[in-house]
Protein backbone atom coordinates (compact mmCIF):
# COMPACT_ATOMS: atom_id res chain seq x y z
CA UNK A 1 0.00 0.00 0.00
CA UNK A 2 2.88 2.31 0.93
CA UNK A 3 3.64 2.54 -2.93
CA UNK A 4 0.38 3.78 -4.11
CA UNK A 5 1.09 6.76 -1.24
CA UNK A 6 2.99 9.59 -3.45
CA UNK A 7 5.99 11.40 -1.93
CA UNK A 8 4.86 14.34 -0.03
CA UNK A 9 7.44 17.19 -0.82
CA UNK A 10 8.57 20.37 1.07
CA UNK A 11 7.25 22.27 -1.89
CA UNK A 12 3.98 24.15 -1.72
CA UNK A 13 1.46 25.28 -4.31
CA UNK A 14 -1.46 27.70 -3.82
CA UNK A 15 -4.82 26.48 -5.03
CA UNK A 16 -7.46 28.55 -5.85
CA UNK A 17 -11.05 27.49 -5.99
CA UNK A 18 -13.50 28.91 -8.57
CA UNK A 19 -17.20 28.42 -7.88
CA UNK A 20 -19.69 29.17 -11.15
CA UNK A 21 -23.59 28.59 -12.23
CA UNK A 22 -25.30 28.50 -15.26
CA UNK A 23 -27.67 31.33 -15.22
CA UNK A 24 -30.51 28.64 -16.22
CA UNK A 25 -29.56 27.41 -12.51
CA UNK A 26 -31.37 29.16 -9.66
CA UNK A 27 -28.79 28.03 -7.22
CA UNK A 28 -26.21 30.11 -5.11
CA UNK A 29 -22.35 27.49 -5.13
CA UNK A 30 -19.34 28.87 -3.26
CA UNK A 31 -16.46 27.97 -1.75
CA UNK A 32 -16.28 27.49 1.95
CA UNK A 33 -12.16 29.36 1.38
CA UNK A 34 -11.16 30.44 -1.87
CA UNK A 35 -7.81 29.27 -1.64
CA UNK A 36 -5.43 26.95 0.03
CA UNK A 37 -1.60 26.45 0.63
CA UNK A 38 -1.01 22.69 0.11
CA UNK A 39 2.03 20.34 0.18
CA UNK A 40 2.76 18.98 -3.65
CA UNK A 41 1.98 14.74 -2.49
CA UNK A 42 -0.58 15.73 0.18
CA UNK A 43 -4.21 15.07 0.59
CA UNK A 44 -6.03 17.97 1.25
CA UNK A 45 -9.78 18.72 0.73
CA UNK A 46 -12.00 21.62 -0.45
CA UNK A 47 -15.84 22.45 0.78
CA UNK A 48 -18.02 24.04 -1.88
CA UNK A 49 -21.33 24.99 -0.84
CA UNK A 50 -24.76 25.03 -3.05
CA UNK A 51 -28.34 26.26 -2.01
CA UNK A 52 -31.16 25.86 -4.19
CA UNK A 53 -32.84 29.41 -4.00
CA UNK A 54 -35.63 28.03 -6.18
CA UNK A 55 -39.38 26.23 -4.53
CA UNK A 56 -38.83 23.38 -6.85
CA UNK A 57 -36.32 20.36 -6.42
CA UNK A 58 -33.39 20.51 -8.53
CA UNK A 59 -30.83 18.08 -9.79
CA UNK A 60 -27.26 19.83 -11.16
CA UNK A 61 -23.89 18.21 -12.33
CA UNK A 62 -20.95 19.93 -12.27
CA UNK A 63 -18.25 20.88 -14.65
CA UNK A 64 -14.57 21.31 -13.22
CA UNK A 65 -11.57 23.15 -15.10
CA UNK A 66 -7.94 23.08 -14.16
CA UNK A 67 -5.76 26.21 -15.36
CA UNK A 68 -2.94 26.06 -16.12
CA UNK A 69 -3.56 23.16 -18.31
CA UNK A 70 -0.12 21.91 -17.86
CA UNK A 71 -0.89 21.41 -14.30
CA UNK A 72 -4.50 19.67 -15.26
CA UNK A 73 -2.85 16.17 -15.41
CA UNK A 74 -1.17 16.43 -11.97
CA UNK A 75 -4.06 17.25 -10.18
CA UNK A 76 -5.93 14.60 -9.01
CA UNK A 77 -9.48 14.44 -7.32
CA UNK A 78 -10.00 11.65 -4.58
CA UNK A 79 -13.71 12.21 -4.13
CA UNK A 80 -15.66 15.03 -6.09
CA UNK A 81 -19.50 16.23 -6.03
CA UNK A 82 -18.37 16.44 -9.44
CA UNK A 83 -18.59 12.74 -10.17
CA UNK A 84 -22.84 12.00 -9.23
CA UNK A 85 -25.72 14.70 -9.55
CA UNK A 86 -26.49 16.26 -7.10
CA UNK A 87 -30.41 16.91 -6.05
CA UNK A 88 -31.27 19.46 -3.69
CA UNK A 89 -34.39 20.30 -2.11
CA UNK A 90 -36.09 23.71 -1.85
CA UNK A 91 -34.01 26.30 0.00
CA UNK A 92 -32.05 23.36 0.68
CA UNK A 93 -27.82 23.90 1.31
CA UNK A 94 -25.58 21.16 1.14
CA UNK A 95 -21.42 21.01 1.83
CA UNK A 96 -19.75 19.55 -0.68
CA UNK A 97 -15.78 18.31 0.16
CA UNK A 98 -13.51 17.83 -2.57
CA UNK A 99 -10.35 15.06 -2.01
CA UNK A 100 -7.48 15.89 -3.84
CA UNK A 101 -3.66 16.25 -4.42
CA UNK A 102 -1.26 17.50 -6.69
CA UNK A 103 1.06 14.53 -7.86
CA UNK A 104 4.67 14.98 -6.87
CA UNK A 105 5.22 14.00 -10.88
CA UNK A 106 4.64 17.87 -11.51
CA UNK A 107 8.23 18.79 -9.94
CA UNK A 108 9.86 16.38 -12.91
CA UNK A 109 7.85 18.65 -15.25
CA UNK A 110 9.84 21.53 -17.09
CA UNK A 111 6.75 22.92 -18.32
CA UNK A 112 4.88 23.01 -14.76
CA UNK A 113 7.11 22.56 -12.16
CA UNK A 114 7.71 26.53 -11.75
CA UNK A 115 3.53 26.70 -11.37
CA UNK A 116 2.75 28.64 -8.44
CA UNK A 117 -1.08 28.72 -8.12
CA UNK A 118 -3.27 26.22 -9.50
CA UNK A 119 -6.88 27.31 -9.96
CA UNK A 120 -9.51 24.63 -9.87
CA UNK A 121 -12.87 25.76 -11.19
CA UNK A 122 -16.57 24.33 -11.05
CA UNK A 123 -19.60 25.38 -12.88
CA UNK A 124 -23.26 24.06 -12.14
CA UNK A 125 -25.84 23.37 -14.65
CA UNK A 126 -29.28 22.01 -14.53
CA UNK A 127 -29.79 18.25 -15.51
CA UNK A 128 -31.79 18.11 -18.71
CA UNK A 129 -34.70 16.65 -17.31
CA UNK A 130 -35.44 14.99 -21.11
CA UNK A 131 -32.14 13.76 -20.94
CA UNK A 132 -31.78 10.41 -18.81
CA UNK A 133 -28.09 9.78 -17.23
CA UNK A 134 -26.71 6.59 -19.29
Known amino acids: AAAETPKVLSDTVSVRFDANVSPKLPWKFYTEHPTDTVSIGARDMA??????NSP???TGTATFN?????AGKYFTKI???CFTQQTL???????MPVLFFV????KDDPDARDIQEIT?????YP???GKKAS
Open 47 to 52: IFIAQN
Open 56 to 58: LPI
Open 66 to 70: VTPDQ
Open 79 to 81: QCF
Open 89 to 95: KPGEQIR
Open 103 to 106: DPKI
Open 120 to 124: LSYTF
Open 127 to 129: VDE
